[in-house]
Nanobody, 127 residues
Framework: QLQLVESGGGVVQPGGSLRLGCAAS????????IAWFRQAPGKEREGISC????????GYSDLAKGRFTIDRDNAQNMVYLQMNSLRPEDTAVYYC????????????????????WGKGTLVTVSS
């Protein structure tokens, strides 16, 4: 069973940056798409970004375009989410998820097609 562990969350000031990491317990190369989602208190989960299982395409939701970047290191079984120009409304628990042989859409990933989830890491954007 694939396990995912997020890291890199914390408190950051508005306008700041954070780099989240998602560590997979086994190889994700040519097997799993990795996507990032978030959920703020009292709100529904929303998609952020996705890296397709072959690593040859990515997708971003509107909230991420121009500010967030996803990249994967298959050799290390890691996927990262670089977040810049953070805003207070970005405060949420951030989750990574894996979809078996899933191809991301241009807008990211559909959480119904994710097979494995991490437990999340909290990001707080506050002055």
């Amino acid at each position: 069973q694939l396990q995912l562990v997020e890291s890199g969350g914390g408190v950051v000031q508005p306008g700041g940056s954070l780099r989240l990491g998602c560590a997979a317990s086994e190889s994700i190369s040519d097997t799993y798409a990795i996507a990032w989602f978030r959920q703020a208190p009292g709100k529904e989960r929303e998609g952020i970004s996705c890296s397709s299982f072959r690593g040859d395409s990515t997708g971003y939701s509107d909230l991420a375009k121009g500010r967030f970047t996803i990249d994967r290191d298959n050799a290390q079984n890691m996927v990262y989410l670089q977040m810049n120009s953070l805003r207070p409304e970005d405060t949420a628990v951030y989750y990574c998820a894996a979809g078996y042989r899933y191809y991301c859409s241009a807008d990211g990933a559909d959480d119904h097609f994710m097979d494995h989830w991490g437990k999340g890491t909290l990001v707080t954007v506050s002055s």
